[in-house]
């Protein structure tokens, strides 16, 4: 019943997200400047010039790969002058920054990715593994559920980080005067429901663990 609440929710959040942009994307921001120069100001005004700024495919697809050191931005995000453009570029050069200052849970974050993949590539076989055999090896599921729970804190270690970003964004769009006070509150806004999707993320993955320590115990 929970997870069917959080699913519910999941794709009220999604769509609000969505339509939020779409307005916001209608807005210019005060300086005029697209994504992409948004993203290059922040990074230099920050002292950054070994990151590179790039255009992907999709929609909201925007992400910072510390490995290849690339801002990645979304084409809508990447050429328009919007303050959704304008917010959404801030806050992944926040990440940057973050990454340039070895901010705390970003390390922790990073360090926990390889481990992390493995776990998400092998959870569900493991846990349906443990399952079918519970009278031969019972501690297998257990196992799952220990991979499960990695999983689990991962997405409660993303929570600061994104928060976190959103917040530098924020301040260096209104210092900057990308952002005003007409504008920052919808900057504020868009991020602010982009959040909500790593929430429920971390509630839904905590549920689900729950479940899996109950159905073990039952068991």
Not at 19 to 40: C, D, M, P, W
Not at 51 to 70: A, E, F, R, W
Not at 99 to 114: D, F, S
Request: glycine share 6%; aromatic share 10%.
């Amino acid at each position: 019943m929970l997870l069917g609440i959080i699913m519910i929710a999941s794709i009220i959040v999604q769509t609000t997200l969505q339509s939020r942009f779409s307005k916001y994307s209608k807005i210019n921001n005060s300086a005029g400047l697209t994504g992409a120069q948004v993203a290059e100001k922040m990074l230099r005004d920050n002292g950054i010039n070994d990151v590179k700024v790039t255009c992907i495919k999709g929609q909201l697809t925007d992400h910072y790969n510390p490995q290849t050191k690339t801002v990645n931005l979304s084409y809508d995000v990447y050429n328009l002058s919007s303050i959704a453009a304008a917010a959404v570029a801030a806050h992944e050069c926040g990440h940057v920054i973050q990454h340039e200052e070895g901010y705390a849970p970003l390390r922790l974050r990073t360090a926990m990715v390889p481990v992390v993949s493995f776990a998400s590539n092998t959870v569900q076989w493991v846990i349906l593994a443990g399952i079918i055999f519970i009278n031969v090896f019972p501690s297998l599921l257990w196992i799952g559920i220990g991979l499960f729970a990695l999983t689990t804190i991962f997405s409660i270690v993303t929570l600061p980080v994104e928060v976190n970003a959103s917040k530098r964004a924020i301040q260096w769009l209104e210092n900057s005067g990308i952002a005003d006070t007409q504008t920052k509150p919808m900057a504020i806004d868009a991020l602010k429901w982009a959040a909500y999707t790593y929430v429920l993320a971390a509630i839904s993955s905590l549920i689900t663990l729950f479940y899996y320590i109950n159905m073990a115990q039952r068991r």
